[in-house]
């Protein structure tokens, strides 16, 4: 029962263009949202999250957006940089619910130099 | 403080065996996550800590999976008699709080291959 779905497993895009990652949930108990990145060995590392009272947040490169009624989220990058390289992994949790993640499977972005 | 601190990095053991993972979290956070993953999978939660007392455990962790955080410090992850469906990234994270606004902080895990 895969509750969180990234359904593009890689992505290639031009550096300095804008990449684009999408997620979609199944649960709609879930009302908050982030998003983490992952270099090869090591730890998953916090970019950014969306509340499900909003439907936009942005952090310099990285915007997040929240389409609740299509239960869609994505992240925005841009410009891309080749540091930006790197799996991508959308999770959701539900308040109340011990914080705990669920966690999608992951797209690899690569930038292009 | 340099963040999560997971070891060992890498472990191999023969199936059977039993092994026993460390977490030492950032020092100031209450809380304490455990997640699993495997290839071509995203993390999968395991476990949590608040302070010392464990607060929820995941169908995935069967009764030969046991996990401690005494004092509500460092925490360990047993498996005992290991199978090869064992093998996987078992990683911890901590936060202060609910970690919505920050995240959580995640350690670089310890990979562990069931021969």
């Known amino acids: 029962d895969q509750q969180v779905k990234q359904n593009s497993p890689s992505l290639s895009v031009q550096e300095g263009r804008i990449s684009i990652l999408n997620c979609d949930y199944t649960?709609?108990?879930?009302?908050?949202f982030l998003w983490y990145k992952k270099y090869p060995a090591e730890g998953p590392t916090f970019l950014i999250s969306?509340?499900?009272?909003?439907d936009k947040n942005e952090d310099g490169r990285f915007t997040v957006f929240l389409n609740k009624s299509a239960k869609h989220l994505s992240l925005h990058i841009v410009p891309s940089q080749p540091g930006d390289s790197a799996v991508y992994f959308c999770?959701?949790?539900?308040?109340?619910?011990?914080?705990?993640?669920?966690f999608g499977t992951g797209t690899r972005l690569t930038i292009i130099p | 403080d340099t963040g999560v601190s997971q070891n060992p990095r890498h472990k191999i053991t023969k199936r059977g065996q039993n092994v026993t993972f460390r977490c030492d979290p950032i020092?100031?956070?209450?809380?304490l996550y455990w997640y699993r993953q495997t290839l071509g999978q995203g993390p999968e939660f395991l476990t949590y800590?608040?302070?010392?007392?464990?607060?929820?455990k995941s169908r995935l962790l069967s009764d030969r999976f046991s996990a401690e955080r005494p004092k509500g410090s460092f925490s360990t992850l047993e498996i005992q008699r290991t199978e090869q469906g064992d093998s996987a990234m078992y990683l911890c994270?901590?936060?202060?709080?609910?970690?919505?606004?920050?995240?959580?902080?995640f350690g670089s895990g310890t990979r562990l291959t069931v021969v």
């Open positions: 994270a901590s936060s202060l709080g609910s970690g919505y606004e920050e995240g959580y902080t």
């Open positions: 649960n709609s108990m879930f009302d908050y």
């Open positions: 969306i509340s499900s009272i909003k």
């Open positions: 999770a959701a949790s539900q308040r109340g619910g011990n914080e705990k993640l669920t």
């Open positions: 020092s100031e956070h209450n809380r």
């Open positions: 800590f608040q302070n010392e007392a464990q607060l929820e």
